[in-house]
T-cell receptor, first 111, second 115 residues
Framework: GNSVTQMEGPVTLSEEAFLTINCTYT??????LFWYVQYPGEGLQLLLK?????DKGSNKGFEATYRKETTSFHLEKGSVQVSDSAVYFC??????????FGQGTTLQVKP | DAMVIQNPRYQVTQFGKPVTLSCSQT?????MYWYQQKSSQAPKLLFH???????NEADTPDNFQSRRPNTSFCFLDIRSPGLGDAAMYLC??????????????FGPGTRLTVT
């Protein structure tokens, strides 16, 4: 079945550091891929998405590229801020429309 | 702004006392989902409505029920809450349940405490 694997956290970075959160997936067919962010005590917010191979999703300085050959969708940001501290979830959506989530990665950014 | 609204944000109930959580949306989406999330784990899908069609996940306990009286509103009923049901409950919507391309929009969640 479909599954998503994220790098384990927590990830602790200093402000302005480069961020990479790895995400790989297993799926039949051609899923859509998403990154959601969850700030403390809040619901999930869609950060970015990609619906086909080689698509690059981007938003608020975050980027991720849909790599079919490596079944990956790694999240990157060139310079993180304290306000980026949150839990990040990688997810895929197959033909049913249901989301399959990774386990989440906690990012803590220190001033 | 179009959005998904959940009320209340915080709910305290007693062990065994029925509780209802509500969700409304102004996005006019035809699919609505209920998730349970514990301690920053990934959300776990309980059930979803595709229009009026109810779809239960195989491992959702019978203690959890849902109602969708119209397109805009959806309710989660917990008939006899146990201590293990304390969690964040998230409502989400999307435009179509059969298209992989449509993202889900989440509400802010209701934090349920069971005493």
């Amino acid at each position: 079945g479909n599954s998503v694997t994220q790098m384990e956290g927590p990830v602790t970075l200093s402000e302005e550091a480069f961020l990479t959160i790895n995400c790989t997936y297993t799926a039949t067919g051609y899923p859509s891929l998403f990154w959601y962010v969850q700030y403390p005590g809040e619901g999930l917010q869609l950060l970015l998405k990609a619906t086909k191979a080689d698509d690059k999703g981007s938003n608020k300085g975050f980027e991720a590229t849909y790599r079919k050959e490596t079944t990956s969708f790694h999240l990157e940001k060139g310079s993180v801020q304290v306000s980026d501290s949150a839990v990040y979830f990688c997810a895929l959506s197959g033909n049913t429309g249901k989301l399959i989530f990774g386990q989440g990665t906690t990012l803590q950014v220190k001033p | 702004d179009a959005m998904v609204i959940q009320n209340p944000r915080y709910q305290v109930t007693q062990f065994g006392k029925p509780v209802t959580l509500s969700c409304s949306q102004t996005l006019n989406h035809n699919v609505m989902y209920w998730y349970q999330q514990k301690s920053s784990q990934a959300p776990k899908l309980l059930f979803h409505y595709y229009d009026k069609d109810f779809n239960n996940e195989a491992d959702t306990p019978d203690n959890f029920q849902s109602r969708r009286p119209n397109t805009s509103f959806c309710f989660l009923d917990i008939r006899s809450p146990g201590l293990g049901d304390a969690a964040m409950y998230l409502c989400a919507t999307s435009r179509s349940g059969t298209s992989r391309a449509y993202e889900q929009y989440f509400g802010p969640g209701t934090r349920l405490t069971v005493t």
